[in-house]
């Protein structure tokens, strides 16, 4: 696929609770140089008062990486989002959207879609405080929301405030009834409501998520809005970022996982020789080579062999060569199939 003439597009790797972490970023940039990606999402106590050096961690591989905060209090949102900056992450984002039990309790996330006047407070105060951009994460709406009232309000008032940027993942969050995971797949999506934002706000970027599984369905997004970030598919088949920069972007050619195993290896070395452990850095790897011979073999031994004490690279190159070979079993079988018709 080749790159659309429209204006530069924004692919993003959403953020995920546990999962996006910085090994996981530092795969994923293995894969793409242009994909923007997102740290988990780090209250304003966490960042203010917990541990800056394990929390705030990234490696300059990463960028460019944002740093996705959770809070509701405008002084708080404003210090950590300066720590954030200092730090050197790229953008300062406000999740608005995770419809966690943990995060309703703290007045953050989500159930911020029914305060959009103290949503648009909050980014004002973000966006004096650093010169980086501050972007939002947000829902649809929530519970019994007219999601074309609360979205097009929240976002009126936070551009109003300053904010130019808007991640939508494209369902409403019912936060009486739903578990986080159903939050997920459960709503209904409604893609041509976050379009219409674009054509109404044309001044604003849109970026749409939710649900989007492949580049096909990504390119079909980018006719609409200036932006797709992906999340579980990204994750679960990271491969799938191997072909962003040539597709999304029209540059250059697609990675190959493979390389890209190599590339992560001299950071996974790096990682150990400072007391890492392997199963922390592997567990990103498990679905790279989803759909290929032998990605079964390649999950096991990474799961079994990558927690055992003292497990280091040869754990890696044991599995890279069991689906090595079988591949290139594969490819002889193939060619002696062709000679043989």
Request: glycine content about 10%; hydrophobic content about 40%; some cysteine.
């Amino acid at each position: 696929m080749t790159k659309i003439a429209h204006p530069p597009h924004r692919f993003s790797v959403a953020p995920m609770m546990d999962w996006t972490d910085r090994h996981c970023r530092v795969l994923h940039r293995t894969l793409s140089s242009r994909a923007l990606l997102y740290t988990e999402m780090l209250t304003t106590g966490a960042v203010l008062h917990g541990d800056r050096d394990r929390l705030l961690a990234f490696s300059p591989q990463e960028h460019p990486v944002a740093l996705q905060l959770g809070g509701s209090d405008p002084a708080d949102l404003a210090a950590a989002a300066r720590i954030g900056e200092a730090e050197g992450y790229d953008e300062i984002n406000l999740n608005v959207g995770c419809p966690s039990d943990r995060v309703q309790s703290g007045r953050f996330g989500a159930c911020l879609m029914r305060e959009p006047e103290l949503v648009a407070e909050c980014m004002a105060a973000m966006g004096a405080a650093v010169r980086v951009p501050v972007t939002v994460k947000c829902r649809i709406g929530v519970d019994d929301q007219d999601p074309e009232e609360s979205l097009f309000r929240l976002v009126e008032l936070c551009s109003q405030a300053g904010v130019k940027l808007f991640v939508v993942h494209a369902r409403k969050a019912l936060l009486k009834g739903l578990s986080p995971k159903e939050n997920r797949d459960v709503p209904p999506l409604n893609y041509p409501l976050v379009w219409r934002l674009k054509r109404e706000r044309p001044d604003l970027t849109i970026v749409i998520n939710g649900g989007i599984g492949s580049l096909d369905e990504a390119e079909e997004h980018l006719r609409y809005v200036d932006g797709v970030m992906l999340g579980r598919a990204a994750y679960h088949t990271p491969a799938i970022l191997a072909d962003v920069d040539a597709r999304i972007f029209g540059e250059g050619t697609p990675v190959d996982p493979y390389a890209a195993v190599e590339c992560y290896k001299a950071y996974v070395a790096g990682e150990l020789a400072k007391g890492a452990h392997l199963a922390g850095m592997t567990r990103h790897m498990l679905g790279l080579f989803h759909g290929r011979p032998g990605a079964r073999t390649w999950r096991r031994i990474l799961t079994v062999e990558g927690v055992k004490a003292g497990a280091g690279l040869d754990v890696i190159d044991e599995a890279l060569a069991v689906i090595s070979g079988l591949e290139a079993q594969r490819l002889a079988r193939g060619l002696e199939a062709g000679e043989a018709a």
